[in-house]
């Protein structure tokens, strides 16, 4: 158990710790759970391979996506 705040922690503190992080976005989510025994156990091998598959296709379109906020800071439209 570590009582203080994790954020304020250095990378070998948070090593020291033990301390891990949910994944940082979906690419990396997927690619957690491509790896994983336990995920391809639960969902069985033809769900699973779908399941990473979709994720992947849901990734890729994000990445081609161009946000309100991206437009809004790169591109003057005034």
């Known amino acids: 158990m ?4 994790i954020f304020e922690l ?10 891990r ?3 940082h976005d979906l ?5 957690k759970a491509e790896k994983s025994r ?3 156990e639960v ?7 779908k399941f ?4 992947k296709l849901e990734w890729a379109r ?4 161009v946000t309100d906020w991206e437009l809004a800071e790169y591109i003057d439209l005034y």
């Open 43 to 49: 969902l069985g091998d033809h769900i699973f391979e």
């Open 27 to 31: 690419k990396e989510a997927t690619e």
């Open 2 to 5: 570590v009582d203080k705040n």
């Open 52 to 55: 990473i598959e979709t994720k």
């Open 38 to 40: 336990l995920v391809q």
């Open 10 to 19: 250095g990378s070998g503190e948070k090593l020291k710790h033990k301390i």
């Open 21 to 23: 992080f949910l994944p």
């Open 62 to 65: 994000f990445m081609r996506s």
